[in-house]
């Protein structure tokens, strides 16, 4: 059957904004976070903190933690790679980071400058320092379906660094399609291969129109967490082929279909991509906001 309820992961402000060629103004960022928070979310991907020449886009973590206004019952996790990283997030005052894994080897180099196996050498001291500050520490892992450089990416070795990571503490594991190959059976086999759905979450990029239907598939299989992107924004700078992730009014007018609760107000979230559109300078590419934005 499918859960009552599901948690939405909002990533926009943390995987929209990172892929956006022109840098938002702090100031922007900081009003994103707070209508989604009005809005009803409840975990909000704020930030990384990464090195700034390597996403410039989100350069401005620090000073945007200044200017968050923290609503109580809202987490706001942010993204880090390595210990210089996880410093910055604890000098801000973050409660809940996510460490972001690849399964493949090319994109451990592309995107983390590290290999397959020495990705975890950066983890693990990551995420054992931030157990000891009591911080939530979610994980990533990246190209679960496939991959640009290297075709499909064989179900075990994603199972082998997933498991990995919550053998290390990680409260959840997001199985993340960076670029969207996924197919709805494809979802079912990886999940089932974890053996047991109850620590994961789903990342379906859009790339080719599947994310909707994967995540039915993940639905079905048992998992409750689901991310997605206001108005379908996002990326990854580090893998071309990477396009926005499942738009959050999609995910939430199917959700609200089937009758299965999110505590989201989808009028308030298609205001807010519109909002936002407005500032990016382009249409959102949401199917259910274009509809709902029009009448
Ligand atoms: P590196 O060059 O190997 O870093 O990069 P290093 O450890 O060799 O350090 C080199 C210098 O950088 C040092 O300075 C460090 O202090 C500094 P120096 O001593 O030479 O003066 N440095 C930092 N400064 C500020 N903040 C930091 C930091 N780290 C090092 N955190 C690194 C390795 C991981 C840092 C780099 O590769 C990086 O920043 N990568 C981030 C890539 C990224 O953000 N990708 C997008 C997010 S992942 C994603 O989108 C996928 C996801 O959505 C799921 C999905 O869709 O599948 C999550
Ligand atoms: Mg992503």
């Given at each position: 059957g499918l859960p009552e309820r599901v948690t939405v992961y909002e990533v926009g402000p943390r995987d929209g904004l990172q892929n956006e060629k022109a840098i938002v103004p702090v100031e922007v960022k900081a009003e994103f976070i707070d209508r989604l928070a009005a809005a009803g979310h409840t975990v909000i991907e704020t930030t990384s903190f990464v090195h700034p020449a390597w996403v410039p886009q989100l350069a401005d973590s620090g000073e945007l933690l200044e200017r968050l206004v923290r609503e109580p019952g809202v987490r706001y996790p942010v993204l880090v790679p390595n210990e210089r990283g996880l410093q910055r997030a604890l000098d801000g005052g973050v409660e809940e980071i996510a460490v972001f894994a690849s399964a493949t080897e090319t994109f451990a180099g592309r995107n983390l400058n590290r290999g397959l196996e020495s990705q975890f050498e950066m983890f693990e001291p990551v995420i054992a320092r931030a157990l000891e500050h009591g911080l939530r520490v979610r994980a990533y892992v990246s190209m679960v379906f496939g991959d640009p450089w290297e075709g499909p990416t064989p179900i075990e070795q994603v199972v082998r660094v997933g498991r990995r990571l919550l053998d290390l503490g990680c409260f959840e594991l997001s199985l993340g399609d960076t670029i969207g190959v996924g197919t709805p059976g494809h979802a079912t086999a990886l999940i089932e291969a974890f053996g047991s759905p109850e620590r994961l979450a789903v990342h379906f990029h859009d790339t080719y129109g599947q994310a909707l239907a994967n995540t039915m598939a993940a639905l079905k299989a048992g998992v409750t967490v689901v991310d997605a992107s206001t108005g379908g924004i996002g990326g990854c700078?580090?893998?071309?082929?990477a396009t926005g992730n499942l738009a959050t009014e999609d995910l939430v007018w199917m959700l609200n279909g089937l009758g299965i609760?999110?505590?989201?107000n989808l009028d308030e979230l298609v205001a807010t991509s519109v909002w936002l559109a407005e500032r990016l300078g382009r249409p959102s590419p949401s199917r259910v906001v274009q509809a709902l934005s029009q009448k």
């Open positions: 700078p580090f893998a071309g082929s609760e999110t505590g989201l």
